[in-house]
């Protein structure tokens, strides 16, 4: 076990908010989990009682009648607001006198970091260099993320759960994105702690040692099962490849209409929605794991191999 | 002892009127449009309304809204970091040159010999950190609350554009101090655009479609082959000028949005499953 070691990773200045995101992920997780369940609970509460459902103001906050429903925002959020601001005032400075940010040598062409690392919330990124070629990795991945953001909430048929914490009402959303930002968070924890130099693996306190050398051998699908002519092992890739989108799709499927409430949604989602659904959530949520299993502990590199690119 | 008392509190009403005599000036009359009184609900609102940096808040919002827990203020303390970011921004442009000549000993004099040079450079960066965590907790809290539901899809959609120019802002910054640890960061970075489809000289059917090292989207991004002096001055452009720019504009369309959108989302009354509306609006 080496601490120095462990010591020198966590305290690496540019490391410091990635520490920072392992308490404060958790902590709202937790807090909009907590204020889920207040409504759940009222939730079921109103559906056992109809009569309560008409008179209750609907909501886990506390309301009394002839109380405002709305507030004046001076002063009642302006002091919020500055007090937010205070706060966050007197933790950038006292992390600014604690903490040096990072200056290295200078730029030297001819001199390279091992191992060099992209900006952390970059990581991910970099991190799936690993289980796909580069444009992939850093080019179309991206697009796919920043394109199933912007038609996540065009895909979301479900009309419930606007404008307040809830599980119950809104699993598959929720799970959805959660996976998403799970994964995300998980490549960039692998990516600084768990990547050393040459990007290889190394365990927490095990040390970084610049000489080691690993034999790995990576094979295609095609060699795996014995396949010498590219013909046929493109073609075999393809169809692998198919039968992973209908696999994980049949998958999915089953997922998202589990439960009454979900089916109900399902009839309202049209078919151009659910189509989109479908390839996003295959693609990147069902994909990345997939390719990462089969690379990290099947050494498998390509599914696919064409002469213009490989999957 | 009444006497005192009364004394005490005619003392303390005396003081409060010498206090407000400002108020009732004709100069600062002519700078505050109203009131910043309690009195009533009326002139409190005013205040907001009346004033052109708060007039961003509406008079009155949802008394549930008004706690933290809803909103944890992400967006709030995300846009704050934004003008802590261009505050401290500009104090270092005073001391940077975007050149390979100067740009390192910049940082270096702006660390050693600047007054408060180390401090301003630390909570430059430091806020650039947080402000990139923030914006995905504010992302996080949007989706557990549903709040981009109709008819707020468009605002995410500007709230996923600010949060790429984020990424692309601390991403330009990050090569600015010309040192290696950003150096080669943003090799990697850039490296990975050689193989953008079609337009990447490494790329899927690049090559076929005439891309050299010379000519393709990296080359554009960097202005020449390797990370070098064009390289710096873009960085510094992109990022002291032309994304804090896009980003002002879209920040403004997002706060505008949230108004007309009807204010905050929640925390709103629940919906049942009973009450679901059979056919769907399309
Ligand atoms: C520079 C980045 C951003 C800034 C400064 C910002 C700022 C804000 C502010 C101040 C609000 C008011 C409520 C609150 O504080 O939560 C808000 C609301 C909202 N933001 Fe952002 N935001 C940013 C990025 C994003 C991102 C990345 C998303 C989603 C992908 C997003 C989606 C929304 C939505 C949907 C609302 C309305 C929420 C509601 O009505 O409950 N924003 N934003």
């Given amino acids: 076990m080496d601490w120095r070691q462990i010591g020198e990773i966590v305290s690496q200045p540019d490391n410091v908010p990635i520490v920072g995101l392992a308490l404060v992920v958790p902590f709202f997780v937790w807090f909009g989990w907590r204020q889920a369940r207040a409504t759940d609970r009222l939730i079921s509460e109103l559906e056992a009682d109809p009569a309560q459902a008409a008179t209750h103001h609907r909501k886990p906050q506390p309301y009394r009648r002839g109380w405002d429903r709305e507030l004046p925002v001076w002063p009642y959020l302006l002091r919020i607001e500055f007090l937010a601001a205070l706060i966050v005032t007197v933790l950038l400075l006292v992390w600014a006198i604690a903490i040096n940010a990072p200056l290295e040598e200078p730029a030297n062409p001819n001199y390279s970091m091992n191992p060099a690392k992209a900006p952390w919330y970059f990581v991910g990124l970099q991190e799936m260099l690993v289980y796909f070629d580069p444009w992939f990795a850093g080019v179309a991945l991206p697009v796919l993320i920043i394109t199933g953001l912007l038609a996540f909430p065009y895909i979301d048929s479900n009309p419930l759960g606007s404008g307040y914490y809830t599980l119950r009402q809104r699993g598959v959303a929720l799970w959805g994105f959660g996976v998403g930002f799970f994964l995300w968070l998980m490549l960039i924890f692998i990516g600084t702690f768990l990547r050393g130099p040459g990007w290889m693996w190394f365990w927490p306190g095990q040390t970084w040692d610049h000489a080691r050398v690993t034999y790995e051998v990576n094979r295609n699908l095609a060699g795996v099962l014995g396949i010498v002519n590219p013909w046929l092992g493109g073609v075999v890739g393809l169809a692998a490849l198919g039968l992973f989108y209908w696999l994980a799709g049949k998958a999915i499927q089953w997922l998202v209409t589990r439960r009454p409430l979900d089916r109900k949604i399902f009839e309202r989602t049209s078919p151009l929605q659910y189509l989109v659904f479908q390839f996003f959530a295959i693609t990147i949520l069902a994909g990345l794991p997939a390719k990462m299993i089969l690379r990290l502990v099947f050494r498998i590199q390509y599914v696919l191999v064409t002469p213009w690119f490989n999957i | ?282």
């Avoid at chain 2, 949802?62 to 934004?82: C, E, H, K, P, Q």
């Avoid at chain 2, 940077?96 to 401090?119: C, M, N, S, W």
């Avoid at chain 2, 709040?147 to 120019?165: I, T």
């Avoid at chain 2, 949005?257 to 059979?278: C, N, Q, T, Y």
Wanted: glycine share 10%.
């Fill in chain 2, 1 to 282: 002892m009444p006497g005192l008392r009364d004394g005490i509190r005619s003392g303390i009403n005396g003081l409060r009127a010498i206090l407000k005599t400002p108020q009732k000036t004709q100069i600062w009359k002519s700078i505050f449009r109203v009131k910043h009184e309690r009195k009533d609900p009326r002139t409190r609102a005013l205040g907001t309304v009346g004033n052109v940096f708060l007039h961003l808040h509406p008079g009155k919002i949802n008394r549930d809204a008004v706690r933290y827990s809803y909103t944890w203020g992400m967006g709030g303390i995300s846009f704050y970091l934004f003008t802590i970011l261009t505050l401290t921004g500009a104090l270092l442009m005073f001391y940077y040159h975007p050149t390979k000549v100067q740009a390192y000993r910049d940082i270096l004099y702006l660390e050693h010999d600047v007054p408060f040079g180390r401090l301003l450079r630390n909570a430059h960066r430091w806020a650039g950190h947080l402000m990139v965590i923030t914006v995905w907790l504010h992302m996080l809290r949007v989706v557990l609350t549903g709040a981009y539901k109709k008819p707020r899809e468009f605002n995410w959609c500007v709230g996923v554009l600010l949060l790429v120019f984020t990424l692309l802002l601390s991403f330009t910054g990050y090569l600015l101090p010309d040192d290696q640890l950003g150096f080669w960061a943003v090799t990697v970075g850039t490296n990975m655009a050689c193989a953008t489809p079609l337009v990447g000289h490494e790329g899927p059917f690049g090559p076929q479609l005439g891309m050299t090292q010379a000519n393709d989207v990296r080359f554009a991004m960097l202005g020449g082959t390797i990370v070098d002096s064009a390289a710096l001055l873009r960085a510094y452009i992109w990022h002291c000028v032309a994304i804090p720019l896009i980003a002002v504009v879209f920040m403004g369309v997002h706060f505008w949005r949230v108004r007309k959108d009807g204010g905050i989302s929640g925390p709103a009354p629940v919906v049942l499953e009973s009450e679901i509306k059979p056919e769907p609006e399309r």
